[in-house]
């Protein structure tokens, strides 16, 4: 049998009966009171509660949102790395400097002729990524610069191709003709 808190306290001796009394008569009264006036006493205790768990449950969310946001990062950049890994171009025998910019400053990577009139011709992109340069396709550099634009760093404008079936493609224009 459970005893109740205020025979525990008259037993330890840290109350008297007088006290235990007069304070039972005061809540009879409090209550009494709130019937007759119909008066709703807040509960103090149990607000606080509330807002606690409240604050809690944002910041819970809070939390959940940045774990989210570092994982869909992470995924985002492993696919850049497999994308890159997948579809860089050998330059095993390359001999032409290529010089870009990357930011400020001015890098140089070596190329083969073709790819040097692709990069040019905008079919070729050179991409980043750990502080690796490396030569890929053009719809590749799409894919990547999607997931985020700041691995892309060179990506010249497509030029058209010339057309092979072209009956004036033999004859040059004149640099002095002025149209």
Do not use: C
Request: no cysteine; net charge positive; hydrophobic share 35%.
């Amino acid at each position: 049998m459970a005893i109740s808190l205020k025979d525990q306290l008259l037993k330890a001796g840290l109350v008297d009966a007088r006290k235990v009394s007069a304070a039972t008569k005061e809540k009879h009264k409090q209550e009494k009171q709130q019937r007759k006036h119909k008066i709703e006493t807040v509960d103090e205790a149990k607000v606080n509660a509330q807002k606690a768990l409240q604050e809690k449950v944002e910041r819970d969310r809070q939390l959940n949102f940045e774990r989210d946001e570092q994982l869909r990062h992470k995924a985002i950049i492993a696919q850049i790395k497999q994308l890159i890994e997948v579809s860089r171009l050998s330059r095993e025998h390359a001999e032409i400097a290529y010089n870009f910019t990357d930011g400020t400053k001015i890098k140089k990577i070596l190329v083969t002729d073709e790819m040097l009139n692709q990069l040019s011709n905008g079919r070729l992109a050179i991409v980043k990524f750990d502080e690796q340069y490396s030569v890929v396709p053009k719809s590749v550099a799409e894919k990547i610069k999607l997931r985020d634009e700041s691995y892309v760093i060179v990506r010249n404008a497509l030029q058209p191709t010339e057309d092979a079936d072209d009956p004036y493609a033999e004859y040059k224009i004149p640099d002095d003709l002025m149209w």
